[in-house]
Structures are given as C-alpha cells and as structure tokens.
C-alpha cells in the first residue's frame, strides 16, 4: 500500500528506514518546509539525505496540502509535533485524509486528544481506520492491548507511567541522591528533556495521553482541562530518602478512574516492588481488569525505532484488514 | 470482643447473625472448643469492626440470645496512611496544619518526620494520618490536600490509597 508521510523529523526519517523492504511503498514526504510526491514511489535514501545535508526533504514550493490534493497514498502517517492545545495544523491534515476515504495513522497526541469522537466519526462514516497506537506510550501496544487483547473485560482503574523525561530524573534523583536540577540538567545533556521541559516535567504530556486513554478506550469524554495535574519540578531529594525508608520511592503517576470519573496526574509515594516502579526512560501501565484481574505493560514510551513499531503495527492492521485485492 | 456462649449446637451462627444484621464487618473469629467452662459454655474471640454508636445495640441483640459478652476492646483509629508533605512548613504555621485534622474528630495526626536541609529552602515532612474507617482518611486526605493548597505545599499521596 502507498503511504505518505507527513512530519520528517527523527520519528518520520525512523519510520522511512523501518518501512524499506516491509511492502509498503512511500509516495509522499513532508516537512515543515518542504515537500516530496512521487506515486510511483520515492527514493528514500535520496531523501534521508537530502534532509542530512540541506535540512529539507523536497521542494520548498510545496507542502502537506499538495501531498493531500495529489491523492497518491492509501495511507497518510501523521507524525508532525503535538500541539496539545488545538491539535493544529496536523488536525486539518488528518480531517482531510479523513473525508477522502483515506487511511490516517498518527503519532500526534492533539489531534487525538483534542478531536478523537469526531476523527472517529468521520473515519467510520468513510470506512476506514484511524490508527494512534503511537500516540501514547510508545511501543508499548496499550492502544490495541486494550481494544483486543483485553476486549470485554470491564477496566476499573488505570496508572501509568507516562513520561520517560519525568521518570529518568525520579529515577537518577532516588539512585543517585541527585537534586532536581542536576537530574535535569544531566536528562537533557542525554537529550532526554528538551530545553523547554515545562511539557514534560509539569506532567502536560502525560495529561494528554491520559486524556487519549480516557476517551478513546475508558468509554469518557474528557479535555485537558478536566485533568488535576501535579509535575516533578518541586521533588526534593529529601522527599525520596523519606519514601526509601519506608520501601517505596516517588514516581509521576497517570491515573484513571473511570468510575468515579477522576483523571489526574501527580507524583506519588509507590512501593518498590510495585510493578509500576521501572527504571529510567521506560514507561509502564497497570490495569485492573474484572475477568483478567491485574495487567501492566512495560516497554520504551519514545525514540524513533519504537515509536515506528507502534506506527508500523496500525499499518500492518490496516494492510491486513483493508487490503485483501493486493 | 470475647463472647460467652452456650456449648450446643447453632450457638456460635446464632451469635454471628445479630453482627452482620446490624451492619458490623467480622475480621476474624477464634473459636477453642477445648477451652470449656466450668458452667458448661465457651468463649469465642471475635474481631469486627462496627461504628461506634452500634455497638450498644449489639450487645443488647446479643444478650437477647443468651451470649454473654466477656470483654470489649476497642481501637478507633483503624486506617493508617503516610503522606509526603513538600514546602514552607514551619512559615505556613504547622501547627495550624496539624489542628485542621485533629480536630474533624474522625483522624488524627500520628506521626510527623521533618526534614529542614537549609534555611529558606523547602522542608520535607512525612505525615502519618490516623483515622476511623476508610471514608474518613479519604476525608481527612481531601482536607489535608485542601490546607496544602491554601499554603502552596505539595502532598504526596501513596498509590495504593488507604491501607
């Protein structure tokens, strides 16, 4: 199948390279300047390099819309950066795709979090997938361990472990006896945190993909705005020595109540055997099943190569599901 | 509670009964046949919990059915749960923090660790909260989580909730 991708930063360039030789064939690329189209299929170690060298990968003269008018994908991947408060301009990108009959695959937390009834909606209406595995977690298949593998099993709580950045420095705070400062400071010279981290050690990012989790899954309906966010950035090492004398430690934790209809992030005392408690950049999730009782899955929450699993495995589904004539 | 009973058959369901019929919560029950009395009875131990303005009416339906109550003892505040407290402590008037849950009547205040690395800085405490049932330190956390706010402190709640 033709896939186009749009978004050529370290996910979309992971997604080229996982893509050579799996069958699927990439028409279109885009960046935030440029822009590549080729229906028939496009070099793409030509392109990696091209955007290595120039920064660009195609024509400047051209953009996602072209890609859009062109028609010449069965599949858009949408892996441009989260906007978290309106989800654009990926929103409009996937919308369009949408209202074409076409396939959409993201990575991109706001439009889901911010629009997943109507995408749905629309992607049902038109009779095809709309797949965000990647959007939350990374490579960890929560999306579709959820919808399938744990499917008619009633969910009455979920936690998680989010936020690798968060997580790291938690983790050097407690193994290290580092302060809050230095943890970040040595989290982003690992390129772990970004230099704004306000995002991710505030606990918006891993508000969002509760926010996902809590829609698209948890049978809620619910903004950002609904969620009670607590960050990292006033932890004192302190706090982790009064937390190891009792056999626990401190981590973000992302929560979900669906019955008492409560979504909150916030870091919070857990003991250290709790299967929850994984070390470094990984993230986690525990669910509490009626039939299948306790759950968690463990795995890598960012980078290109498992963020182009959990992209690659929507393709694989749809490929599997839609494309019986090829 | 230490119950005396007669030693025939049906006694110890017949004593049971008027427990869970007026909402009480049995947690164990040791029950030593061989420990017999002289009057031909024996004594059961039963730990249950029960709210406190029951209990007469418990004993009264038990003496009803002829079961002697031997002993009662009573520890109120069952539910136990630390918290990690993050902020000016001292400067927003700990004490005041403190009275907030001691004086709702259903938690206390247990324990309290602090930890004050530098003036000026944060202090660090580890809170430990007492209280009557379960929705009462659910309860007693949201008032404690309420104080944090109005003094700009951080609360640090445990994962698994109540214990």
Known sequence: MKVAIIGFGVVGQGLARALADTGFTITAVADSRSAAIDADGLNIPDILARKEETGLCGDTGIGSAAILSSGAFDILVEVSPTNADTGEPALSTIRSALAMGKHVVTSNKGPIACAYHELKALADQKG?????????????????????????????????????TCNYILTRMRDEGLTYPQALQEARDLGYAEADPTYDVKGIDAAIKLVILANTLLGMDIRLSDVAITGIDSITPEALSLAEAEGATIRLIGEILPGKNQVRVSPRVISLDHPLVVDGTLNAISVCCDLAGPVTFIGKGAGPYPTASAILSDLNFIRDAYDRGA | MKLELKDTPGQLLGALKPISDIGGNIITIIHQRDQTTAENTLTVDIVLELAEKKLDAL??????????????????????????????????????????????????????????????????????????????????????????????ILILEPLEGVE
Do not use: W
């Open chain 2, 59 to 152: 004993i009264e339906a038990l003496r009803e059915r002829g079961c002697g109550v031997v002993r009662i003892g009573k520890q109120r505040l069952l539910q136990k749960q630390s918290l990690i407290m993050i902020g000016h402590l001292m400067h927003t008037d700990l004490t005041d923090t403190v009275d907030r849950i001691d004086q709702t009547g259903f938690a206390e205040v247990s324990e309290l660790h602090m930890v004050m690395p530098a003036i000026d800085e944060p202090s660090t405490a580890k809170i430990t909260l007492r209280a009557v049932s379960p929705e009462d330190m659910l309860h007693a956390v949201r008032i404690l989580r309420e104080v944090a706010a109005q003094k700009d």
């Open chain 1, 128 to 164: 095809v997938k709309l797949g965000y595995e990647a959007t939350v977690a990374g490579a960890v298949p929560i999306v579709s361990g959820l919808r399938q593998g744990l499917a008619g099993n009633t969910i009455s709580s979920l936690h998680g472990i989010l936020n690798g």
